[in-house]
């Protein structure tokens, strides 16, 4: 079993709508991480977190450290948000290196 | 802005052949990583540096090599490239946990990426 999980593996959504993209994972993390990578292979960070909740635009991301989950939102989905969203882990037990999710490959459509 | 640059967005090469993949960050990290990308396997650690001269291996060392000889370089050697390995190559930087500040918290900087295919 992988230590970090996602779902969906693959979304199409409309133009406009809400998508959560759900991260999680089985190990003691110091914090969350959330990437996004867009056709061509550069990845750009978009939120760390250890606590609670954090927004950015159009984007707000939660973790439930007692429930080892994290979610990503995009309100008013737009087509350049497709992209493969990729959650990653910093396990406790190790400073520097981090553990990936498979990564949700979203494409929306106008 | 954190800078990381890499030698090449595509290369192709042969079987056989040596290959040279080079990482620059310009934000003084002390960490700096090599994963390569997959469809299906998402990102796997390959090596990482946490200071010059220094080396660690990551999940999958096997046919590869690094070295790191000043602090905003780091390369990643091909002794001997197999098709297998043709893969998206990612490199990334980050900073030494010791002087992290807690908002920033070892988040690592990517470059673009250099997709390798080997005939």
């Known amino acids: 079993k992988n230590e970090v999980e996602q779902s969906p593996q693959n979304l199409t959504a409309q133009e406009g709508e809400f998508i959560t993209i759900n991260c999680s994972y089985s190990?003691?993390?110091?914090?969350l991480h959330w990437l996004q990578q867009h056709p061509g292979g550069g990845i750009v960070s978009l939120f760390m977190l250890s606590s609670g909740k954090k927004k950015h635009g159009r984007l707000i991301a939660t973790i439930n450290i007692q429930e080892k989950h994290s979610s990503l939102h995009i309100t008013a989905s737009h087509p350049r948000d497709s992209a493969v969203y990729i959650c990653?882990?910093?396990?406790?037990?190790?400073?520097?290196?981090?553990?990936f999710g498979p990564g949700t490959s979203l494409s929306v459509i106008p | 802005d954190v800078k990381v640059t890499q030698s090449s967005r595509y290369l192709v090469k042969r079987t056989g052949e040596k290959v040279f993949l080079e990482c620059v960050q310009d934000m003084d990290h002390e960490n700096m990583f090599w994963y390569r990308q997959d469809p299906g396997l998402g990102l796997r650690l390959i090596y990482f540096?946490?200071?010059?001269?220094?080396?660690e291996k990551g999940d999958i060392p096997e046919g590869y090599s690094v070295s790191r000889e000043k602090k905003e370089r780091f390369s990643l050697i091909l002794e001997s490239a197999s098709t297998n390995q043709t893969s998206m190559y990612l490199c990334?930087?980050?900073?030494?946990?010791?002087?992290?500040?807690?908002?920033?918290?070892?988040?690592?900087?990517f470059g673009p990426g250099t997709r390798l295919t080997v005939l």
């Open positions: 990334a930087s980050s900073l030494w946990v010791g002087r992290a500040q807690r908002s920033s918290y070892n988040e690592q900087f």
């Open positions: 190990v003691g993390i110091s914090a």
């Open positions: 540096s946490y200071d010059v001269k220094m080396k």
């Open positions: 990653a882990v910093f396990k406790r037990t190790s400073y520097d290196k981090v553990i």
